[in-house]
């Protein structure tokens, strides 16, 4: 053997081997074996020539050529592996993956042969063009192919797991999609749907795909129920991945519920202390989660990597403890305590994970063991005594805690050195490890009271924090100061209390409101004011003003407006509290005016100050000043501007000024500033500050549009943060208060955001918004005639949201006539007009209801669209109006329903909420256009059996002849397909045929246009499907019209008809003669010898059938 045939690949032999692999492996990549195999060949064809060049004694290529062959052979081996043998969907959601990577191989051996010095005349660029379509072709044939899909999915789970995957790509990925590959994914949902067995189920907010994540196969570490893996989530966050030991086929329905319902409650939760669950599938082989990375590792590893790391012991224990309170709070017990469960994320915070998760932790020890119950198998050690005989519980997590505190001091898991039936003997006699040498008194104690074997005289979980509160506080800095400088800057009390979160984190904001405005009054002037500045910036956040006020602070911080020594205390509480007038309607107008009496006017020289801080300060300093403005605009200036007017001459009106009015005035453009380029809390406190100072009079306000704040405070309102936003609106409301503003607020795009906030946005920002939409819009149309000439779909879907039920009404009959191209259509559903539309079917005039219907049956056009109505609640108000609407909304809501239908859950809830009845009635007795859409809508729905059956009772069967026999082009046309569908079922089978269905489908071929030709030879295959189909089509005369076709049909009926009469021959002799003797022999043999390959293959196969399917006749 020569050195080529050594070459080898590492991990995986000689490249001969590999090789050989990869031709096996080709063989199992469906879809993509042919792309596949010719790669095979090229790298087969590399080493062919180096063995050549080696027996003729030519100069080798040099060793780093080599190598780059052997790359590319390695490269390709991972490829096939990682992609042989997958399902169905993975490959048609991989498919552009699987061909990129496979370009991106043969790019790679295009270097390597130039590197190797080999000729080649391998036109591999065309050829792949060729395959890349096939691909697609193929794919697209399987996917529609209902046998080759049920082939993959022969159980619930695997069926479930398709449905998900696919509504995961359809409903949260939609713009990742082409057209093409949109359809694609609609028609395997249905396809799915047709073949399962299983209902479909709804899609998790958490559900991931397994596709979306790539992870080291060797685990990083292995629990009693998981593995856990280093991980990539698309496009390149790194995460880590569970997999948890539970066999596929050993989880119940009933375990998978509840999996699904622990998912459920973990994606929901949201705390600094709690790992943050990234994504997860509850139905994949194994089940795995997707969470954060923790990258500093777990508490146990942390502690024991350095003293520094041990001094924060304390700090992190009670983070823990704080994540822990969380999650009893959502009702759900930890149930597997240990520090290799308590994870330190980047930011140096602990965080608790593996929680919950005892269904699944369940089903994995049930699959792994036989003699243990669940509760005594895994972490024993850590286990309090009752969780050897019962499930564990809050009272048992707070032991666990006590079993990670001992395990944190000693760096041992607890009884260390005891094996297993020791604990267990124990646990059973109530006795906990001896005190370690480095505990002390305090602590031990702590542990004592947390692990009594009586459950309910066990210390609470607020007791433990509170223990663990004070041990964390106490302890010793990582870089702790000298006694000198500690001395030095010592902090106020409120500096305590803000130095404690920031360093330690040991309290939560609605704690530090609570201590504060409990403390304040018996703080000196200095600590007053670092409080209430510290309560402003908290309590600026609408989320955490609830606590304030539940802590009797409206009185307090009265209180403090009238009796403070210091400027800012007074300040800082009037902020406090003009967000309890103008937000949370906790206090009255009158009540916050007369204590702004109570402050006295802003000095000159601290405006000045302020100025100078907001143009030339640090970060911090600009941040503050920023935040004192608002403060201070919140007081207001009084009387400082009565009497100006911004109408007079510029420099006549500039002299006029006071300082203070000048300062003020020098404070906007840096305030803008702020708003433009700022961090987030500058931009927040700007925008705070101006929306104040905009209530003022039209002096300022004009200083404000002038200096172009308008453009940021949009730019706010848009993509700013909950808080930034509301502000954003209320200062743009209050600068449309300045004559001529409106317009130029409107002119920046204004509308759509607001309406995006109108309908998403918090409590507060609605109440906002829709003022500061009715100050935009409304006054420009005083009339029902400016609202019919508007053409702008913003401003009419504002006019619906907040106009009057004329202007609605109005709007809405515009906005039918406009939304007929796919630009308006998508402009509407742009500006977020769904949600309003969907409102006015439900409580709008009828005038109202049918204009709305009509523009949502043109909007039903777009799948995104439809999702978007369905999750409106737009279903439901439309199968009203097509049961008791008048004419128009009867018609309006069928087309809609018509529409919304072609995406198959859609059709599914269009079923639930009971639309067959008043779709099969509009069927027998609606208007033309009403028959139309009523049985395109009813072939839509058609689709199982439960579904059919229902059609059926409904006299939907009769409905769908009598149009079939005497309705126009277009009724027979959605006739056609709706009775195609129906015959899936067996009770529809018996009443079609009861009722002369097939007969006069078969007329119909005979006598229809040529669609409705084409759409009954296509249906007629699908009819001989079943035995009795077979025998009706005989019975009804259907050979006859089957040869007219194979004589004179277009070749796609031809096909058909081949196809159907293959069928056909499959029901017995006396059917087999009669196809006989109707002449079809000859045709077919034709058709095997002359026609398109597809043809003589429905040739060659209807011709075999005839012969008793044994040999094709000659």
């Not at 796919?822 to 769904?834: K, M, P």
Request: a neutral charge; aromatic letters at 4%; proline letters at 4%.
């Amino acid at each position: 053997m020569g050195v080529m045939h050594d070459l080898i690949v590492p991990g995986s032999g000689t490249v001969a081997e590999v090789l050989s692999t990869i031709q096996q492996l080709c063989g199992e990549m469906k879809e993509c074996q042919d792309p596949c195999t010719r790669l095979y060949q090229r790298l087969k064809s590399v080493l062919d020539s180096l063995v050549s060049l080696e027996k003729n004694k030519t100069r080798l290529p040099p060793p780093e050529a080599l190598g780059k062959y052997v790359a590319v052979n390695s490269t390709t081996l991972s490829y096939l592996e990682h992609y042989r043998g997958k399902k169905l969907v993975f490959r048609l959601m991989k498919r552009q993956a699987m061909m990129d990577e496979l370009r991106a191989i043969h790019e790679e051996t295009d270097k390597v042969v130039l590197a190797l010095g080999l000729t080649t005349t391998d036109k591999w660029k065309q050829q792949f063009e060729a395959d890349q379509r096939t691909h697609r072709e193929r794919l697209a044939a399987s996917v529609d192919n209902a046998q080759e899909v049920l082939a993959e999915l022969q159980d619930a789970r695997s069926q479930q797991e398709t449905m998900l995957t696919l509504k995961y790509e359809v409903e949260l990925r939609p713009e990742q999609h082409d057209e093409d590959m949109a359809k694609l994914l609609r028609t395997m949902m249905a396809t799915v749907i047709r073949t399962s067995t299983t209902s479909v189920p709804k899609l998790p907010p958490w559900f991931l795909p397994p596709y979306e994540v790539r992870f080291k196969p060797n685990p990083f570490a292995r629990g009693s129920f998981a593995t856990v893996h280093r991980g990539v989530r698309r496009p390149n966050a790194n995460v880590v991945v569970k997999c948890f030991l539970v066999d596929g086929v050993d989880v119940d329905e009933r375990t998978r519920q509840n999996i699904e319902m622990e998912m459920n409650l973990w994606h929901q939760f949201d705390h600094p202390n709690v790992i943050k669950l990234l994504g997860a599938s509850h139905i994949s082989t194994p089940p795995f989660i997707v969470c954060e990375d923790a990258t500093n590792g777990d508490l146990s590893s942390f502690l024991a990597r350095s003293d520094v790391n041990k001094q924060q012991l304390w700090r992190l224990l009670y983070q823990a403890a704080l994540g822990l309170e969380y999650i009893h709070t959502k009702s759900v017990v930890h149930g597997d305590l240990k520090l290799n469960n308590v994870l330190v994320g980047a930011d140096g915070q602990a965080k608790l994970s593996d929680f919950g998760l005892s269904a699944v932790r369940t089903s994995a020890i049930l699959s792994e063991t036989t003699g243990e119950t669940p509760y005594t198998a895994g972490a024993l050690r850590w286990r309090a005594p009752e969780c050897l005989r019962r499930a564990p519980t809050f009272a048992s997590d707070v032991y666990s805690f006590a079993m990670c505190i001992i395990e944190a001091v000693i760096g041992e898991p607890p009884f260390a050195f005891l094996d297993d039936d020791s604990v267990h003997e124990k646990l059973r006699k109530g006795e906990i490890p001896d005190k370690p040498e480095k505990m002390s008194a305090v602590v031990w104690e702590l542990v004592v009271a947390m692990t009594n074997v009586d459950p309910a005289k066990r210390a609470s979980l607020s007791q433990v924090l509170k223990a663990l509160k004070e041990l964390a506080d106490g302890a010793p800095s990582s870089s702790p100061q000298s006694t000198a400088k500690a001395d030095e800057n010592k902090a106020t009390p409120a500096e305590n209390t803000i130095a404690t979160r920031e360093n330690h984190e040991p309290l939560l904001d609605a704690d530090i409101i609570v201590d504060i405005l409990d403390n304040v009054a018996g703080m000196d002037d200095k600590g007053k004011e670092q409080s209430l500045l510290h309560l402003v910036r908290m309590c600026v956040k609408d989320e955490e003003r609830p606590v304030m006020y539940a802590a009797n602070a409206t009185q307090i911080l009265t209180n403090l407006v009238k009796s403070s020594r210091t400027y800012y205390t007074k300040l800082y509480a009037l902020q406090c509290l003009k967000w309890a007038v103008v937000v949370d309607a906790k206090l009255s107008q009158s009540e916050l005016d007369s204590l702004r009496d109570c402050v006295s006017d802003v000095p000159a020289k601290e405006l000045a100050s302020l100025a100078s801080a907001l143009t030339n300060g640090t970060d911090q300093e600009k941040e503050e000043a920023a935040l004192r403005c608002a403060c201070i605009a919140a007081r207001g200036n009084g009387g400082l501007w009565q009497g100006m007017t911004w109408l007079q001459p510029i420099v006549s009106f500039w002299q006029s000024l006071s300082e203070a009015q000048k300062l003020w005035i020098g404070t906007v453009q840096p305030l803008v500033s702020l708003l433009q380029s700022g961090n987030d809390s500058q931009k927040l406190w700007a925008a705070e500050a101006i929306g104040s100072l905009a209530t003022e009079n039209e002096a300022i306000r004009a200083e404000i549009v002038r200096a172009d704040a308008i453009t940021p405070l949009v730019e706010l309102l848009s993509a700013g943060t909950d808080g930034q936003r509301h502000r954003a609106s209320f200062a743009l409301k209050n600068l449309a208060l300045q004559a001529g503003v409106c317009q130029s607020i409107a002119q920046k795009g204004v509308i759509a955001p607001l309406l995006r906030l109108a309908r998403l946005g918090t409590a507060q920002q609605k109440q906002t918004t829709s003022a500061l939409l009715g100050s935009l819009v409304l006054p420009s149309y005083p009339n029902k005639a400016d609202v019919e000439h508007e053409r702008s779909i913003t401003p009419l879907v504002a006019l619906i949201v907040i106009g009057s039920d004329e202007q609605k009404e109005t709007a809405v009959a515009v906005l039918s006539d406009l939304a007929k191209d796919d630009a308006t259509q998508s402009e509407i559903s742009r500006t977020g007009g769904v949600a309003p539309l969907v409102g006015l079917l439900r409580t709008g005039t009828n005038a109202q209801k049918a204009h709305a219907a009509s523009v949502i049956m043109n909007l039903a056009c777009n799948g995104t669209t439809s999702a978007e109505i369905s999750r409106e609640g737009g279903v439901a108000p439309l199968v009203l109006l097509a049961w008791k609407g008048n004419e128009q909304q009867k018609t309006s809501a069928a087309g809609a329903l018509l529409k919304l239908s072609f995406d198959v859950e859609i059709g599914a809830e269009v079923v639930r909420c009971k639309g067959v009845s008043p779709l099969v009635e509009l069927a027998r007795t609606g208007t033309d256009q009403q028959n139309v859409y009523a049985a395109g809508a009813l072939r839509n729905l058609a689709i199982s059996d439960e579904v059919c059956a229902e059609i059926s009772r409904e006299g939907g069967v009769e409905a769908l002849i009598r149009l079939l026999k005497s309705g126009t082009d277009r009724q027979k046309v959605g006739a056609i397909g709706a009775l195609l569908n129906l015959y899936s079922s067996a009770a529809a089978r018996s009443d079609i045929a009861s009722r002369g269905g097939v007969k006069a489908l078969l007329e119909l071929l005979r006598t229809g246009t040529d669609e409705q030709q084409r759409l009954i030879a296509c249906g007629l295959s699908h009819l001989a499907k079943y035995e009795d189909g077979r025998a009706e089509i005989a019975r009804e005369g259907g050979i006859a019209r089957l040869v007219d076709l194979l004589r004179a049909g277009s070749e796609q009926q031809k096909g058909y008809a081949a196809d159907t009469i293959g069928d056909l021959a499959m029901s017995n002799d006396k059917i087999r003669a009669e196809l006989k003797r109707g002449r079809s022999v000859p045709l077919l043999k034709k058709m095997s010898r002359s026609g398109s390959e597809e043809l003589k293959e429905s040739a060659a196969r209807a011709l075999q059938q005839l012969n008793g399917g044994s040999c094709i006749i000659m």
